[in-house]
């Protein structure tokens, strides 16, 4: 009998697909104006989101959630690059349904 504990995450790094590469999305806020507003919205207009300047982004593959984190620029990158330092991660295994 086998005691040692099963690890999904690296067992689902074992599979053939790992080195397929995927798109995150980096998520700073959402907003919904109306259409009548952003008819009227030229070049310099701000447009309000709902989050605030320190809030957590969020990162998506497709509609899930997988982490959050926090905006930075990239040490040693081009100046101004952004990144994303991780704060949380979501469980990546399967949902269940």
């Known amino acids: 009998m086998n005691d040692q504990p099963k690890h999904p995450l690296k067992d689902s790094l074992?599979?053939?697909?790992?080195?397929?590469?995927?798109?995150?999305?980096?998520?700073?806020?959402?907003?919904?104006p109306l259409v009548r507003d952003l008819l009227t919205m030229g070049e310099n207009a701000v447009l309000p989101l709902d989050r605030r300047i320190d809030d957590p982004v969020e990162l998506w593959v497709g509609d899930r959630l997988i982490a959050r984190g926090e905006l930075q620029e990239m040490e040693g990158g081009e100046p101004g690059q952004l990144a994303v330092r991780l704060t949380e991660v979501t469980s990546l295994a399967p949902d269940p349904s």
């Open 14 to 32: 074992e599979h053939p697909l790992r080195n397929v590469p995927i798109e995150i999305a980096v998520t700073v806020g959402r907003t919904r």
